[in-house]
């Protein structure tokens, strides 16, 4: 699908300014909204929206379907009655540039109890209703969700393939008796589901009304302590116990770096037999909650990285085919032409999967701070690109532009102001951003910490990293009437 040309901001939910210790779709979000509205930017992207699993990686969630409960406000929980304005927390006690998630989950798991329990005396029954609908329409993810999140909570948040036998292979018995004993935990879970999704929906509503578009993003694994895996064993690579027959990663990159993820692999020929009905059920959710969908690790359903079990680094493994095409065309015959973004990055792969871009019609992406290593042609620099694709001043994944910059060396600096045409690194960050806005690139995205000129203290992820990632938060003041004013005008000059 081609795209008009145009500008956005990337920036995730748990980063925005909020009184309760995480980023939620409260006040702080609407007001997000209207930063990009005043500042001409017409494209919102944010990482997914699922419950997180290890070390709190939207990457590696619990659920390819459910949504993150943390995400919740407890503003709008006072404005739709399930709160008063007493419940909540005296202000401060939170940072408000890092998420404490241990502080974050208790508080809200509270208030979310509360709120329920208001919810319960005193909704009308035409908000009963609404409730009881939306678990009916969402009963083919929502059933199993809800009874794995009341299993997790009976169990400690253990893992699934730690639980008793009977429960963890799913025996018909054991879901009856637990369905049973943990009734009102599964009314919990369903009941936190119909939150987050009426929050997000009025977000989504402002925003579209603003003229602003959502840009979602689907990991395309889920994590081995996962819903998904629980309940369809058959679609991944796992033994009868449960345990993966083949690790996924990357093989380990120019630098050494190696990455081998927790995630399992897919039985492709298994999902091939069922039509690809998980996948199309899924993009389908996603697309009820974002105008554009932005693939991760794109380039696996062309082929993945198959890691040998009990490898020391991601270098043991081999390329095994994906679906390729068949399973696109099947999604595209429920969903017509979908609107995604294709991030295909790894190397080795490269020109097949691009030939699977060109065939779908999928834009792939560009990332700024990628272009200066190889040849003087190298795709990422802003010379090369094509209208059809995304451009990247960084991505979660990589260092802010002014923690970049400064971690080059000094011939690399030069190489840099060189490209740019410029004398000096000051205001580096908004060269960098019109070299990438004007660039012939259909649609641009600048990572917030570009816009406002931080470094590496405000990065989200470092790969290769297990622990200290995805805590980074703005504050509000930040975002001057200066800042506004500069981003559009570098955006209006660009003609997006």
């Known amino acids: 699908m081609r795209f008009p040309r145009r500008s956005g901001v990337l920036l995730h939910i748990t980063s925005l300014p909020s009184p309760y210790g995480i980023g939620d779709l409260g006040e702080g979000a609407y007001r997000f909204v209207d930063f990009l509205e005043a500042s001409g ?39 739709e009655g399930l709160l008063s304005p007493g419940d909540l927390p005296a202000s401060g006690g939170f940072s408000s540039d890092q998420i404490d998630y241990g502080q974050v989950a208790a508080l809200k798991g509270e208030l979310l109890v509360l709120a329920r329990k208001r919810f319960l005396a005193d909704a009308g029954e035409k908000e009963k209703k ?3 609908s939306f678990c009916l329409e969402n009963s083919f993810w929502l059933d199993d969700f809800a009874l794995f999140a009341a299993l997790k909570t009976y169990y400690q948040g253990s893992p699934w393939y730690t639980w008793p036998s009977p429960i963890a292979f799913r025996g018909a018995s054991a879901i009856r008796r637990s369905c049973h004993q943990l009734a009102d935990l599964i009314e919990a879970a369903r009941f936190r589901q119909f939150l987050f999704s009426r929050q997000w929906g009025k977000l989504r509503e402002y925003a579209n009304r603003k003229g602003v578009r959502l840009i979602g993003d689907i990991p395309i694994f889920v994590n081995q302590d996962s819903v998904d895996v629980w309940a369809h064993r058959e679609f991944f690579l796992l033994d009868k116990k449960g345990w993966r027959t083949a690790l996924s990663g990357v093989p380990p990159s120019r630098s050494g770096v190696s990455q081998i993820w927790d995630m399992p692999l897919y039985n492709w020929k298994v999902m091939k037999k069922n039509g690809f009905g998980w996948w199309r059920s899924r993009f389908a959710a996603v697309l009820k909650e974002v105008d554009i969908i932005r693939v991760d690790h794109f380039s696996g359903f062309y082929a993945c990285w198959h890691i040998k079990v009990g490898a020391k680094t991601s270098a043991e493994g081999r390329w095994v085919r994906g679906p390729g095409v068949r399973l696109f065309r099947k999604i595209e015959e429920d969903l017509g032409a979908l609107p995604i973004i294709a991030e295909a990055l790894e190397p080795v792969i490269k020109k097949k999967v691009n030939k699977l871009l060109d065939l779908l019609g999928y834009p792939g992406i560009r990332i700024f701070q990628h272009g200066f290593y190889g040849r003087p042609d190298n795709p990422h620099l802003p010379k090369e690109y094509p209208e059809e694709c995304v451009a990247y001043t960084g991505t979660h994944d990589d260092n802010p532009i002014i923690g970049w910059f400064t971690s080059l060396d000094s011939k690399m600096k030069k190489h840099v102001l060189s490209y740019l045409k410029v004398a000096n690194s000051r205001e580096i960050n908004w060269k960098i951003i019109s070299a990438v806005q004007h660039s012939s690139a259909d649609t641009v995205i600048i990572q917030l910490q570009d816009v406002l000129g931080l470094g590496s203290e405000s990065r989200m992820n470092t790969p290769g990293t297990d622990s200290g990632q995805w805590k980074w938060r703005f504050q509000a003041e930040l975002i001057t009437d200066k800042v506004k004013k500069k981003l559009l005008k570098f955006t209006r000059s660009s003609g997006r």
């Open 41 to 79: 930017q017409k494209l919102w992207q944010i990482l997914p929206l699922d419950p997180v699993g290890f070390e709190n990686s939207p990457y590696s969630n619990l659920s390819a379907f459910a949504g993150n409960s943390l995400l919740i406000s407890p503003g709008e929980l006072v404005r």
């Open 130 to 132: 609404k409730f009881e």
